[in-house]
């Protein structure tokens, strides 16, 4: 399956969703980025996805009964590639919706199934992807931890959340959404 085409309801609501947080990659997204065709990606090759100027992604987190997973996903405006920002707009949203040619989606963006009254399906559920990133646990969590604390201790998340109230400031006044 390669997923779902975004339907009139993401329009109605200029991508409710995107405005909250950036779709989840798969391994294969990012094997995809990296110009990767199959194999996997080591430790290093992920940092510098990550780290890349004008870079896309962000490793970010999330907890249940198996403890953390960690995976990575679209950067938030403004912040970085560690993803301590529990909500922000999707790095490439625009007014007009989504930036990314369909084939460069990635696959929480293209597994959601646009719904009326803003109940869109995600059809790439957690525990598919606690499967999927099962393999990268150990190098995305220490690039995580390593960059979280070092990114706190320089005031990195300060600025960038001083950016982005800026950044909304700034659309509000404009009359913008995005």
Known sequence: MTGYDPGAECALCKGKCCREKGCSLSPEDMLQSMGKKDGKADRQEILELLKKENGQYAVDF????????????????????????????????????????????????????????????????????????????????????????????????DRCDEAYFAYLRRTHEAGRTV
């Open 62 to 157: 999330f907890t249940d009964q198996e403890g953390p997973c960690f995976y990575l996903r679209m950067k938030h405006k403004c912040y970085t590639f560690v993803g301590v920002d529990a909500i922000g707009i999707c790095i490439a949203l625009e007014e007009k919706g989504c930036v990314l040619p369909k084939e460069q989606r990635p696959k929480g963006g293209r597994f959601l199934e646009s719904r009326a009254g803003g109940q869109c399906i995600q059809h790439y559920t957690k525990q598919q992807m606690r499967e999927d990133w099962r393999p990268y646990q150990e190098s995305l969590s220490s690039i995580y931890r390593e960059y979280e604390k070092l990114f706190r201790e320089e005031g990195t998340f």
